[in-house]
């Protein structure tokens, strides 16, 4: 009797061992696949000192600050005396205090190694976000790829491999969602291009930097010229700040200055100090400081790529070649031909959406800036392709053009992906309030591949409405032509009264404007209230 009942509880055993360790390698039963953010430049890079204590590489700390406040003030002193050569070499000085520990090596290799915050991949945070028990914790049930933006996104895009490979093993998924912004994109198409789409179900594309930023293109070949742009200038304050009590009330004051021609004459003094004194300060300390970081290398367009390395490398010999090995590998291996890439692994399954800022002004520090951009990078090159009208411009209307924007300023026929490339008027690089961060999780969540007419309240061409809410593009506003003193009076009576009231209501929710932080914290919908959305 004894041997039976042993027998039978072997037998029970030798099922139920093999059945457990099926559950436990069993793929994950939801239908989401979890979602891997990478941020983008200028995040937090913190140096593992290796005694349990962490130094801040990025941003620049007191001490750095504190150090170099001598030395500007000395710069800034000797410009007024018309010492130029002291201008410059106190000015290099302060520069190297506040930015040497950040800076890279002449190979493209940081000199002190740096980390981004990463998401612990030992939880299945992606899981439990799936089934609403996480409601702004632990990165809101996304895992962010921390890198260090300074170096090559192709290094970095070999991180993300082993990282993603992580994610898929925690979650038991065989795919995931990749959703980068600026930098991070030129990461993340590092990593499609290296290793195909495989492992990607999605990739979510915002204000996309890679195929690069002419504002970066004209300061890799010394090309800066502020003189005689005080209309550009109020054009793009206009543009970037307009559309809330306090961006008005800062328009308005400047074009004040500006019909007081005192913008005029300090644009004339930088223009001076730019003709004087840029080329030398780029051989005393920018071309160490800035063009050493292969990660800003990536923002150069393929335009700008070659003049580029022969204004800052030309004379330096051997000095930069590791450097531009590695700058070539990303440019002509990545950035040139991108598009055809993501097309072919579309074709092979993978869904591609790309979301692009427009209608906003560059900054007129260069020749010829007519290019619309989200404030930073320019709409044709973070849309891969579209075609913008030049500021102050529209394109000639068309009925017959469906990818044309109600306000005739970008065609989108010409993207690489026309039907899966969305536009928001006035969206700028990293604003991201709740309605456009609810758009966001919309194209991370939607099955298949969402299209520009898939959702109602997610057509092509949105417009950001005093950075709160989204709506349909329509008509571009009307010009306030009233002179600038009555349009500041007017401001300044507006944002004193919303200051009283929010005094009044300290618990008033204010739109947050840190782009991606905020996405990783905010209230989730539900899958099934996706096709109303929510308009801001």
Request: charged share 20%; with cysteine.
């Amino acid at each position: 009797m004894k041997k039976a009942i042993a027998f039978i509880l072997a037998a029970v055993m030798l099922v139920m061992l093999p059945a457990g360790a099926f559950a436990d390698s069993a793929e994950c039963r939801c239908d989401t696949p979890p979602v891997v953010m990478v941020n983008g430049f200028a995040t937090d890079l913190t140096h593992d000192n290796g005694d349990g204590t962490t130094k801040s590489v990025f941003p620049m700390g007191a001490i750095e600050i504190v150090s170099a406040i001598p030395s500007l003030a000395g710069a800034f002193a000797a410009l007024a005396a018309g010492e130029h050569e002291l201008f410059r070499s106190l000015l290099s000085k302060a520069l190297f205090r506040l930015m040497g520990h950040m800076m890279c090596n002449p190979d493209g290799t940081a000199k002190i190694s740096a980390r981004s915050y990463q998401t612990p991949t030992d939880t299945d945070i992606h899981k439990r976000d799936i089934h609403g028990q996480y409601q702004g914790e632990n990165d809101g049930g996304r895992y962010i790829f921390g890198y260090d933006w300074r170096l090559d996104p192709v290094e970095s895009a070999r991180e993300l491999e082993k990282y993603i490979e992580q994610v898929k093993k925690i979650t038991r998924h065989d795919k995931v969602v990749l959703c980068a912004h600026s930098e991070g994109t030129c990461v993340a198409a590092s990593y499609i291009s290296l290793y195909g789409s495989k492992n990607i179900e999605k990739v979510v594309f915002l204000s996309g930097a890679f195929q690069g930023i002419t504002l970066v293109g004209n300061l890799f070949t010394k090309n800066l010229d502020v003189k005689g742009k005080a209309d550009a200038f109020e054009l793009f304050i206009e543009t970037f700040l307009g559309g809330d009590t306090t961006g008005d009330f800062v328009s308005s004051l400047f074009s004040v200055l500006k019909d007081a021609f005192i913008v005029d004459m300090l644009l004339c003094l930088v223009n001076n100090i730019l003709e004087e004194d840029l080329d030398a300060l780029y051989d005393e300390c920018l071309t160490e400081i800035i063009t050493t970081m292969p990660g800003v290398w990536s923002f150069v367009p393929d335009d700008y790529y070659e003049d580029a390395k022969k204004a800052l490398y030309s004379d330096t010999g051997s000095k930069y070649s590791a450097l531009t090995k590695l700058t070539d590998s990303y440019h002509y291996g990545v950035q040139v031909g991108l598009g055809d890439r993501l097309k072919a692994a579309q074709k092979n399954g993978l869904s591609v959406c790309v979301s692009m800022g427009y209608a906003i002004a560059p900054i007129p520090v260069y020749d010829n800036c007519v290019d619309q951009t989200d404030m930073l990078i320019d709409t044709k090159y973070g849309s891969l392709g579209a075609t913008c009208a030049p500021i102050g411009t529209t394109l000639k209307a068309d009925g017959a053009n469906k990818y044309l924007s109600s306000d005739l300023l970008v065609d989108a026929s010409t993207c690489a992906f026309p039907d899966s490339t969305w536009f928001v008027r006035y969206q700028d690089h990293n604003d991201f309030c709740d309605a456009y961060n609810e758009f966001v999780y919309y194209l991370l969540t939607a099955d298949g591949q969402p299209t520009v007419t898939s959702n109602a309240a997610f057509p092509q061409f949105m417009a950001c409405d005093g950075h709160k809410t989204l709506v349909p593009a329509g008509a571009l506003p009307k010009a306030d032509t009233r002179p600038s003193i009555i349009r500041l009076g007017e401001n300044t009576y507006k944002l004193i009264k919303e200051l009283i009231a929010i005094k009044n209501q300290p618990s008033r929710r204010r739109c947050p404007r840190d782009g991606f932080a905020v996405f990783f914290n905010m209230p989730r919908t539900s899958k099934s209230s996706q096709s109303s959305g929510s308009l801001r």
